[in-house]
């Protein structure tokens, strides 16, 4: 399987269809991953456009690159021009000029590549390393975290990044089992402490261990910070008309993208486009089974906003 086959962009069509995506406009991919979405923008965006890419992960960075430049080498001049930045995309304020947007582009959490990649420490689906950083070239890893904080902030990190409701238990699990160092380690001290849990008519449950490391990812990578410092910057960079479109996939990140074009609206900066989230039709789930968590919200930047 090719690199483009494993990393498949989730609600590629409906991203482009609010995107508005016209020829000769600038648009920012601000999660480029392995650039799925950056791709179909550079096709219809052509000469004269230019696509802006941030992405903080050195591997999938260089991937998208690779990606991009076979891609050229197939539009010719009908390429746009592309321009790269391997930062934190809460760093757009101050890398895009202000009102320069036709569109903006955010799909939130990981990707398929950092699952797949065991040494990346962000799956307990094979044994690896307990890092889950998406820059690993710094800040704490999941190692450092689940070893060296105190109880009760482990267990509040657990509650309020994972949403897990047995935080306490499992927190006091892990500093019991000290020094764990491994993502199979980490994932059987959690299964044993709060084991999976049957609902009544639910066919399948979640792994136990699957909201801790979600908590710990969040917590390790600052991910709801830097969203709600994208969302802040979002309608700086965007021209009168132009449109912000996100991708969540768990509620943490839904519940701020949906707040934060509900209050746009209010003060007049947005017109919201999407009354409900959008989500993927069957036929889509079936091909990407990440794809059933996804959620679209879209909102366009109104006129005469001073």
Do not use: W
């Not at 020829?23 to 991919?29: L, M, N, T």
Request: aromatic letters at 6%; one cysteine or more.
């Amino acid at each position: 399987m090719g690199e483009g086959e494993r990393h498949v962009p989730v609600l590629l069509q409906q991203a482009i269809r609010f995107l508005n995506v016209r020829r000769g406009g600038v648009y920012v991919d601000a999660t480029l991953g392995y650039a799925g979405h950056a791709s179909a923008i550079a096709r219809l965006v052509g000469a004269g456009g230019r696509l802006i890419c941030f992405d903080r992960d050195p591997e999938a960075m260089a991937l998208a690159k690779e990606r991009l430049a076979r891609l050229g080498e197939e539009l010719g001049e009908a390429m746009p021009e592309v321009e790269f930045h391997d930062v934190e995309f809460s760093q757009a304020a101050e890398l895009v000029e202000a009102g320069s947007v036709d569109g903006l582009l955010a799909d939130f959490g990981t990707s398929s590549m950092h699952f797949d990649d065991a040494q990346r420490g962000f799956s307990f689906q094979a044994d690896g390393p307990l890092d889950m950083r998406m820059n690993p070239r710094e800040g704490p890893t999941a190692a450092q975290v689940v070893n060296q904080i105190g109880e009760k902030e482990l267990a509040d990190v657990i509650y309020e990044f994972g949403e897990e409701r047995r935080s306490r238990r499992i927190a006091r699990a892990i500093v019991r089992a000290r020094p764990i160092t491994t993502t199979a380690e980490l994932a059987r001290v959690v299964a044993a402490a709060a084991p999976a849990m049957k609902s009544k008519g639910v066919r399948h449950t979640i792994h136990p261990a699957t909201r801790t490391f979600q908590a710990l990812r969040i917590y390790v990578n600052a991910e709801l910070e830097e969203i709600d410092a994208l969302l802040k910057a979002a309608p700086g960079v965007l021209k009168p008309g132009g449109r912000l479109v996100v991708i969540s996939f768990h509620s943490l990140e839904d519940r701020r993208a949906k707040d934060a074009l509900r209050e746009g609206a209010q003060q007049g900066v947005y017109e919201v486009l999407t009354r409900k989230p959008v989500t993927a039709e069957a036929e889509e789930t079936d091909r990407n089974p990440r794809a059933r968590s996804a959620k679209l919200r879209a909102a366009e930047r109104k006129t005469g906003i001073r």
